[in-house]
């Protein structure tokens, strides 16, 4: 069993760098100051650090409020074997960024993290339409180009914008100004959980490529009053135009209705992989 | 009414160009060599041409079979007014493209959309491993710059070989071989459609923030035996951690049972908004 809030400073922590990401910031917020954390530069690498037991824990983005889901995290789901212990939410607030004196006038292109730039949509169009756009593997990469390259701004967070030395120009360009970004905290296969009094389980499920089979497999559900936050579906990537279901329940895997719930759901599911259950958080802390 | 097989010489089409991308190929086998072709360098501007009249057709991409939605498309069908008229599956099949009479061995980068630079990772490491590779906006893009820089090869479909004026080094490069993309072609609202016997219907729907009101949504199709071919759910963008879903199912607006469904249906939603109802298409033609 593990308990995510003894952490100590040797406790390790695996998340989604460079430093300066909004996943930094939910590992600060999860972690504290104290712990060992280990910046990679994928998603995947995250996984992998958990995976193999390099660190004891991973965080990664899954969900943002405006964007929806995080695919690459979802695929890792599907293919790696972790256990999701815990969920963050954190405000996402985005900056224009410029390297410090320098003439807002000269911008001729805007790096950013894909999500981003289309979080920040309206606001480009509507300042910079035309301007050319970068991609960047991250809004830290895009705030350490900004700072290395004339002539282009980054849309980062403020952490950002204080480790890579840049000004912000303007704040809050976010279209959505509720906008929220909720991250996983991942330890190793088959790590247990306790029940809080108010979990969340999140599943994997494949059903057979049939009519009504979707509506076959939330029954259980609605019989025992169990109810789901959330339901998302992915290409199984076994054929195509086939899907899996990933869903979100209220209950954790120790309650004992949780147990009917599975036998129901085995009758109807060709296949269930349980992802994890851990505290559910609507709102960023 | 509109005929979209009546296509004729005036008949203006946008795409999601440039010239040579695979929307463009599904737009060809959708109109022929005929008709008005008009590139747009985004979604959205395929979506306004539709919506402001400039065009009488848009054609964009919706879901791929490896990589799944096309996020940006599902919110313009959220935000704007069109309908669906027809959809269009295309193999997508990538080719290794170099400058005609150019020498293979000094090739020092190989530019092209990152998907497709992912899509054919075991076919590069195993032919080009520590080649350079340069992303694109898009396959065609990547074309264009093989054709004007000495040294780029790029990676994309045939018809931007064809267009830049490329020689086929290799074909069907990609690592999984069944891989597609479906594409939606797009008139303006309130566009009828008859049924040919063989149809999808897609609707947005929004229902309250409940326990079990996916479910009760569901409940509908179950009863009448009607059958979904799709979920999918994207943020609401009204509230954070709401969602609207998408639903595709078989049959037609026209249909007897799906006046009621739509009586059904709107007991258990808050909003319904139909998409359209066109000719289902599960393989490339």
């Not at 309650?255 to 719930?261: G, H, R, S, T, Y």
Request: glycine share 4%.
């Amino acid at each position: 069993m593990t308990d995510i809030s003894n952490s100590t400073k040797d406790t390790k922590v695996a998340y989604l760098g460079p430093a300066g990401t909004y996943t930094q910031l939910a590992a600060l917020r999860q972690f504290g100051d104290e712990c060992i954390y280990v910046d990679c530069s994928s998603i995947d690498d995250v996984f992998a650090a958990v995976e193999n037991n390099s660190t004891h824990y991973g965080v990664v983005p899954v969900e943002n409020s405006t964007e929806g889901a995080i695919n690459n995290t979802q695929d890792c789901l599907i293919d790696s074997n972790v256990t999701i212990v815990a969920e963050k939410v954190v405000s996402i607030e985005h900056n224009f960024l410029v390297r410090k004196n320098s003439d807002a006038a000269n911008i001729d292109s805007i790096a950013s993290h894909k999500q981003s730039l289309a979080q920040c949509r309206k606001w480009l169009s509507a300042n910079y339409s035309g301007v050319k756009q970068v991609e960047c593997a991250s809004n830290a990469e895009a705030a350490k180009l900004a700072q290395s390259t004339q002539g282009v701004a980054a849309i980062a967070g403020e952490m950002a914008a204080r480790i890579y030395d840049l000004e912000i120009l303007d704040s809050k360009i976010q279209d959505q100004k509720n906008n929220s970004t909720r991250f996983l905290i991942l330890a190793s296969k088959n790590t247990e959980t306790e029940p809080s009094g108010n979990d969340k389980t999140s599943l994997l499920l494949y059903t057979e490529n049939k009519p009504g089979s979707l509506f076959r497999l939330l029954q259980p559900f609605e019989e025992l009053q169990i109810s789901l936050s959330k339901i998302e579906t992915r290409p199984s990537k076994k054929e195509a135009w086939e899907y899996v279901f990933f869903i979100d329940f209220e209950g954790h895997v120790k309650d004992d209705n949780i147990a009917v719930l599975f036998e129901r759901l085995y009758s109807s599911a060709v296949e269930i992989k349980v992802l994890g259950s851990y505290p559910s958080r609507r709102h960023s802390d």
